[in-house]
């Protein structure tokens, strides 16, 4: 199996795989309010001191790129960043294909939509290595917000959507790809992880797997996502000392 011969529709599923944990999510809840008389109970001179918030560490497209290139796959081979006009055209085509797709059922298109865009206001950078004769490709995406609350709750959206969504169908450019997603118990150094294993079944009955692990840690994101041919959870052990080098280095 060549590469480059995967169809669009997988390159394109693979592509949200990549992106998911990092779109933005709906907010839900809202503050509490104390309970009936209990705010008046309290007197004045029990109020606590207000502890100063830390501010939220910042990174610039290049400090993300940055990291990238000192990372390296796998097989010892250098991650290669992409150039930012390039990861923004991709990420402007992955919208626009997800757009012409139809997936079935229809609530897990919208949940593939919403995960297919980077959060508003934030950084990022992608890299990645291509293996001819693992027949692999390898992708890290590193997205930095300025909310660390925004990815905990994207990380647990990941993981409720992983379940309800695990079997979906894709259709797109006549092409009908079935696809099946399994949460992996993978831990991070992070502050939150998330993990998964998804097969799309291409018209020909070859099968495609992504395996995909993802860190956080503050405002910091890192997926580390591998595709290709036979591939296993095993995959996972060392996306997850991918991210745990991201991370650090972060």
């Given amino acids: ?28 809840g809202g503050s509490s309010s104390p309970a009936s008389g209990e705010s008046l109970a309290a007197s004045p001179s029990a109020t606590p001191t207000p502890t100063p918030t830390p501010t939220p560490k910042a990174y610039a497209a290049k400090e993300l790129a ?11 081979r250098p991650l290669t960043a992409v150039p930012a006009s390039e990861l923004d055209q991709g990420i402007e085509s992955a919208g626009e294909m997800m757009d012409a797709a139809k997936i079935t059922p229809a609530e897990c298109g919208a949940l593939a939509d919403s995960s297919a865009q980077i959060p508003e206001g934030s950084t990022y950078a992608a890299g990645g290595a291509e293996s001819a004769k693992e027949e692999t490709i390898t992708v890290l995406t590193l997205v930095a917000v300025t909310d660390p609350e925004l990815l905990s709750s994207n990380v647990e959206a990941s993981e409720a959507n992983s379940t309800k969504c695990a079997n979906f169908t894709l259709e797109f450019q006549g092409q009908k790809i079935t696809n099946t997603t399994k949460v992996l118990d993978v831990k991070t150094t992070g502050d939150n992880s998330f993990s998964s294993l998804s097969t799309q079944t291409l018209p020909s009955g070859q ?14 994101s890192a997926t580390a996502v591998v595709t290709g041919i036979g591939l296993t959870a095993d995959a996972s052990v060392d ?3 991918l991210v745990d080098e991201a991370l650090a280095k972060g």
């Fill in 1 to 28: 199996m060549n590469l480059r011969s995967i169809t669009p529709a997988a390159l394109l599923l693979a592509t949200t795989l990549a992106l998911a944990g990092c779109g933005t999510t709906s907010a839900a």
């Fill in 66 to 76: 940055a990291i990238i290139a000192g990372l390296k796959d796998a097989a010892g």
């Fill in 207 to 220: 099968a495609v797997t992504t395996v995909m692990v993802m860190g956080l840690k503050g405002t910091l």
């Fill in 239 to 241: 996306l997850a000392r």
